[in-house]
């Protein structure tokens, strides 16, 4: 089998993109450099260049803006392709996808957490009252999501945390819908049991917290 040396190229153009992007030279919600500029910095051709965005746009790396630019919209292709997903799926499907994750998250934490991974989760669970009490959605939602991200880290699984990681805007995204714009003190759900479980070392009972907050919407 001979070897396409244009599709070669192509790929390491993809590699080379998406390794800056996940360097962070050019963020989310960046604008990546002019065509023109890419072929000056990368040294291959328009055409190489191009079907290089064209693939990292399909993959939801990047966003085509018509008049205005290619922006970086994920980190990599498999959080561009789960962010597609969840945004189409159903309010339900998306928490069970939660649970699968941080159910299992929760019960690998109670069994490794080191003393760091405790400092963190008791940090981030008080940031997470905090902001609460501001009554500010947006600052609620990224402290709810930093203290579940904690738990996921104390899993000690890596990939188990890049696919969580994967899954971050989406999870943010759920958060909100169900948190509403108006924070009502009746609907705050408090993640100190979950915490104390993990703390405990008690793997049962921590799955059990992490579950008992992420049941879907009863189907009719």
């Given at each position: 089998m001979t070897l396409n040396p244009r599709s070669t190229l192509v790929q390491q153009v993809i590699s080379q993109l998406s390794e800056q992007i996940q360097a962070g030279e050019w963020p989310v919600g960046a604008k990546?450099?002019?065509?023109?500029?890419?072929?000056?910095?990368?040294?291959?051709?328009?055409?190489?260049?191009?079907?290089?965005?064209?693939a990292l746009t399909h993959a939801g790396v990047l966003e085509c803006v018509?008049?205005?630019?290619?922006?970086?919209?994920?980190?990599?292709?498999?959080?561009?392709?789960?962010?597609?997903?969840?945004?189409?799926?159903?309010?339900?499907?998306?928490?069970?996808?939660?649970?699968?994750?941080?159910?299992?998250?929760?019960?690998?934490?109670?069994?490794?957490?080191t003393p760091e991974d405790l400092d963190r989760l008791d940090a981030a669970l008080t940031a997470r009252d905090a902001a609460w009490a501001t009554g500010d959605t947006d600052i609620f939602v990224e402290a709810d999501a930093d203290l579940h991200v904690a738990v996921v880290a104390a899993a000690h699984n890596p990939m188990l945390a890049e696919l969580y990681a994967s899954v971050g805007a989406a999870i943010r995204a759920s958060v909100a819908a169900a948190v509403g714009p108006a924070m009502r003190a009746g609907t705050h759900i408090d993640h100190g049991r979950l915490v104390a479980a993990v703390r405990d070392g008690d793997a049962d009972r921590a799955a059990h917290e992490a579950g008992r907050f992420l049941e879907p919407p009863t189907r009719e």
């Open positions: 990546i450099p002019t065509e023109p500029r890419l072929v000056e910095l990368l040294g291959v051709g328009r055409n190489t260049v191009r079907e290089a965005v064209r018509q008049g205005s630019g290619t922006y970086v919209r994920s980190t990599d292709e498999l959080t561009g392709v789960v962010a597609r997903k969840f945004g189409a799926a159903e309010v339900g499907h998306t928490i069970e996808v939660r649970r699968a994750l941080e159910v299992e998250a929760a019960r690998l934490a109670a069994l490794r957490r």
